[in-house]
Every structure is written in structure tokens, then in C-alpha cells.
């Protein structure tokens, strides 16, 4: 049995559908932040799941973007913790905007030739969870991430 | 400072007001003729185009301003590499409004988010054609006299039509237009318009195959040419590209007071014997096209001429939440 220790402040992550935690780290930007440690847990057994990968993050709350993650799945449960304790569930939403998480597949795209344009998707239909390119306005509906 | 991206970023009522100051310039041309002295155009156009580049260039002219720009992605920088968003960067300094026509899809968008002046899409690939939907609205306005209660016709190329895509779109927030989509199976009205426009807005339509039937129901006719450049297999322009041709034997089944429109180039769709009918309206609007495109660089530089004449503000409210017009 793997022992990892409790955190003081910070977000679990838990649900992660397993082998995908590391998609998830990279999307979160989890190496981009300062004074943050993070811990993954992949293929853990789950009574629920089978296996599932789980994620937990030391940091300042605030500091990372849930929505995003939102997009990838919805079933992931988030617990905010201050102070050793879990403060809040957090239920994910689908974000608005998606900046650099999904890419344009439309060929006549002006994404497809200018260098340096960020890749924005707003999001369009909330129900049939459809978002669209910013610039030429394609559909978007496979979970594919850059 | 607003750019126009989409016709839809247009409220009804600027829509109005917008048609209504291109009808005082069509009645009064004298009064506007030097409206934009000492302002200039840039017609930035990567792709072949007559009528629309002439047409912007002849509204300005119109109004006193003057014009530079490029014709073709070949006789500018674009063909040394350089990105949209430098060009515009870079042609801010030239001049005070732009027009830009491109085949990338959204290319007018990111040229407005780095421009320091306003930007009109004058065609993005199959994107949006903005300120071919305001000539159409205007010509139907103009020459129907009203934009509710009325039966369309649109003919073609319902797939790829970007124009007809931009029309519909503009139309369902008039009430009581119903639409007669009139299309081959292989280029039928994309799902995602026929749903998430025509159905979601309530709007009433019907599809066919045959002109011949529908002709007799329409106030306006909308005939569009199958497009080569959006197809990738040569063998599916061929077979479908003379699927309809409007000839004086169809115009026969038409009521009398109905207008035929086309955005133009026609290829084979109308028969030349349909140019003589007084229905056959396409060079009409074309014509009607000048003035709403002069009604839009008055708005989008922020000159009023006649303070009796209302006009869409150049600033756009918080409230339509944008830098688009």
C-alpha cells in the first residue's frame, strides 16, 4: 500500500480516469507553478472505477483553473482543503472559453498558417456541449486536447 | 472603436438605421459626396474579387475619401510570409478604415484584434461575407419595401453558400419570414443551420428539390452558384454545378411581383434571357450594395452627416459586449 500524506491547503483531485492524470497535469499547468507540490497517483484501485488516477496539489487556493479540467470530464470530483480539512466539493462546470486546450481541425482555418494566434474555443451550446473556434467558428465536439 | 465581423452584431433596430442612411445616400448623393474627405480605405483583399473590392472602393470614393490597398495575396508582403495581424498592424498607419478579404476563415477577426483602426470582413473563405447580407437585407428592404412577412427562395449551393448561411441568419429575427430551401440532397442546408438557427429562432421552412414547385410560393428568389473553390473533388462540381438553371420558362411560374437576387458572379445558374425580365434584380443589387457599404464606413468612422438621419453609434454599447459592429 502506497502512503502519501495529507495536505494543509491545496485541492484533491480524485476520479481521474486512470492513465489520463498526467493529461491533466500538463493542462492544469501544474509545472508552471512556484512553491506547489503535487503528488499522482496512477491506476489506483477503486470500488467505483476499477482503477482511477488521483491528483493531489499543495498550493494557495485560487491558484489553479478547475474549469478547465471541467472540459476533459465531468465525473472528476475536486476537494478543496485549508487547513488539513475539506473546506468544499467542488463541482466542475464546462468552461466559457478554452485557450490553447483544443486545436482547430479546419483546414481553411486562419489558425492553420498564423504564427503565435492563440487557439480560443467559446463555448456555444452548453447542453449538446459544443464549442467553437473563435475565428471561423467550426464545431467542436470530440474530447481531444493539444 | 467597432469593426464588422458578422451582420448579426448588428441590432434590428441598427439594422434600420443602417438601411435608412444608405437610402438618404442613394436619394441624396450630392449631400454625402464629401462626407470622408481626407480619410482613406485600404482594401486589403488576398484573394480575387471584383465586385467587392470595386464596390468599397467605389463607396469611398463616393464620399470624397480616397483608396490604397492590394489585390491579390501575390503583390503584397503576405507572400513574403508576413502574418494578417503585422499587416494590420502595419497598415493602421495608413489609413483610417480597412476592408480585408482573405481565404483563411477568421483571418477579418484577427486583423481587427491587432488594428488601430476599424475593420470590415469583406469575405473570409466560406466563413462570412458581412457586407454582401447587409446588400441583400437592403435590397429586399428596398425593393419588397419590408423585411417581415415575406417567402424566400434559396436556391443552389445551400451547403457551402456562405451568403445564404449569413442571410438565414439575418432573416429569422424578422417575423414571418418562411424559407423554400431549394437544393440537391448532396448540397442541403448544414444541420447545425436548419437547427441551431432556423428551428431555434421558430422560423418556418421547407425543403425541395425542384425550383419548379417552389416558384409559384416565392416573394423573392435567391439563386447562388455552386462554387468551385469549396469543393475537393472535381468530379462533385461538375456533376452538380448546373443542377439549376433559371431560365424564362421557370420565371413563367414566378408571381409577378417577385425578385430574383444572386450575389454574383452567376456562372450558368441564370440564363441570360432572365436579365431582360423586371424581376431579375441581381445587378440592382449590386448597385444597393455600394450605398450600404457607404452607410457603413460613415458608421464605423463615426461621421453623421444629417443629424435628422439616425445612425448606429461607433462605439458599441457594454451591453452587445464587444468590439465588433
Redesign the interface.
Known sequence: MLNISGIHEGYVLDHIKAGTSMKIYHLLKLDELKDATVAIIMNAKSKKMGHKDIIKIECPLGSIDLDTIGYIDHNITVDVIKNDSIIAKEKLALPKVLKNVIKCK?P??????????DQVFILT?AKKEIYR???????YTEKETI | MRHCMSPLDFSVDELDQLMGLAADIEENPDKYSHACDGKRLATCFYEPSTRTRLSFESAMLRLGGQTLGFASADSSSASKGESVSDTLRIISGYADICAIRHPKEGAPLVASLHSGIPVINAGDGGHAHPTQTLADLYTIKSLKGRLDHFTIGLCGDLKFGRTVHSLISALVRYEGVHFVLISPEELKLPSYIREDVLEKNGATYEETESLEDAMPKLDVLYMTRVQRERFFNEDDYVRLKDRYILDNDKMKLGREDMIVMHPLPRVNEISVEVDDDPRAQYFTQAKKAVFIRMALILTLLGIQVDKNIPQPTNNPSSEKGGEKC
Not at chain 1, 481553411?108 to 494566434?117: A, D, F, H, N, P
Not at chain 1, 473556434?133 to 464545431?139: F, L, N, S, T
Open positions: 479546419n481553411r482555418c486562419i489558425t492553420s498558417i498564423e504564427q503565435g494566434l451550446d473556434c473563435r475565428y471561423c467558428e467550426e464545431a
